[in-house]
Each structure stands twice: as C-alpha cells, then as structure tokens.
C-alpha cells in the first residue's frame, strides 16, 4: 500500500454474510474482509499516524483484533466495528498526540478534465490541511463523515458518542473550517 488514497472494492456478499462465512471457514474468509476494508482502513489511519508505516503497523493490527474478536462482533455492518478499532488502535500508538500533517490524503474528483481535477485536488489539500488544525474530535468527524462517506450513526458509533453529539460536533467542526477557509482566501 503506497498511498493514503481510497480504492473501493466491489461488495459481493454482505458484511453479515461474510462474518458468517469467516465463523465457518476461517481465515480464508476473512480475507474477503480485509480486501473490502483495508484501503478504506489504510485512509483513516493515515490521517491519524505520523508517516504511512505507522499507519500500516495500525492497520494490521486492527486486522488482528478485528479476527481474534469476530466471535463478539454483534451486529449488521462491519464499518463502525473496524473504524472503531482502527480508532483505538491509533490512540495506542499515539496517545494523547495530535492529528499529524504528513500525509495529505485526497478526495475522489469528479472533475471533467485534468485542469479541473487538479485544481480540485489543491483545493480538498487545502481544505483538509486546514482542517488538521481543529481539535482531533473535529478533525476526526469531518474525516468520517466526508472522507470516509459514512452516515451519522456509523460516525457515532466510531466515535463512542450519541448521534446527537456527532450532529453538534460536525456543525461545530463545518463552522470552524468556514471560518479557517474565509480566513485563507
């Protein structure tokens, strides 16, 4: 893995159905996990590690975790379950460190043309450098919730809060970076 950017995997089986078949064939079936989740993973990581080793460190070991506690996996959606112990894992490498500036992980582009993708792309660095400024918890929802495209309720999950206090915090976080773009122009 030798960037921080995202390739999606196309889902054949659902996330149930493939605990399911983890819980009857083993690690040959997890594999199907790993490969639907670790460049998602990877991302997130990286926006939270120092360099890209860290995060593949971080990465492997939320595999790790996430097989040897499949057993107590209780639910329908894998992705809160792994972010959250991706989560965890990183705070065990760093605990208490701030949100590093490194990487510069980038947004999927929609842009017709190479002009316009790149320009786009300079401006998602901007953004998201400027958002490495926040506090981590709000550097920390805005990156699930647009990066990672996850709903609120997976966002909460992730971070151990009420969906409620996700809601407050990402307006917080969105008002905040408003603020730091205007500033910036």
Same mark, same amino acid.
């Given at each position: 893995?030798?960037?921080?950017?995202?390739?999606?995997?196309?889902?054949?089986?659902?996330?149930?159905?493939?605990?399911?078949?983890?819980?009857?064939?083993?690690?040959?079936?997890?594999?199907?996990?790993?490969?639907?989740?670790?460049?998602?993973?990877?991302?997130?990581?990286?926006?939270?590690?120092?360099?890209?080793?860290?995060?593949?460190?971080?990465?492997q070991e939320t595999f790790l975790k996430a097989y040897r506690h499949l057993v107590s996996f209780r639910?329908?959606?894998?992705?809160? !379950?792994?972010?959250?112990?991706?989560?965890?894992?990183?705070?065990?490498?760093?605990?208490?460190?701030?949100?590093?500036?490194?990487?510069?992980?980038t947004l999927p582009s929609s842009s017709p043309g190479p002009a316009e993708e790149s320009e786009s792309?300079?401006?998602?660095?901007?953004? !998201?450098?400027l958002a490495r400024e926040l506090k981590a918890q709000e550097f920390e929802v805005l990156w699930l919730?647009?990066?990672?495209?996850?709903?609120?309720?997976?966002?909460?999950?992730?971070?151990?809060?009420?969906?409620?206090?996700?809601?407050?915090?990402?307006?917080?976080?969105?008002?905040?970076?408003?603020?730091?773009?205007?500033?910036?122009?």
């Amino acid at each position: 893995m030798d960037s921080c950017e995202t390739d999606r995997v196309p889902e054949k089986l659902n996330d149930l159905e493939l605990i399911q078949r983890c819980q009857t064939e083993g690690p040959s079936a997890f594999e199907e996990i790993i490969l639907r989740y670790q460049n998602r993973l990877f991302s997130f990581l990286c926006s939270r590690m120092r360099n890209q080793a860290d995060a593949q460190d971080a990465l492997q070991e939320t595999f790790l975790k996430a097989y040897r506690h499949l057993v107590s996996f209780r639910g329908e959606n894998l992705a809160p !379950w792994l972010f959250t112990i991706a989560r965890n894992t990183a705070f065990s490498f760093y605990r208490g460190d701030t949100i590093q500036e490194e990487l510069s992980p980038t947004l999927p582009s929609s842009s017709p043309g190479p002009a316009e993708e790149s320009e786009s792309r300079d401006q998602q660095d901007r953004i !998201w450098q400027l958002a490495r400024e926040l506090k981590a918890q709000e550097f920390e929802v805005l990156w699930l919730r647009y990066a990672e495209h996850l709903d609120l309720p997976a966002v909460a999950e992730i971070m151990g809060i009420s969906e409620v206090n996700t809601r407050v915090l990402l307006f917080r976080a969105r008002k905040k970076l408003g603020k730091k773009l205007s500033l910036n122009r």
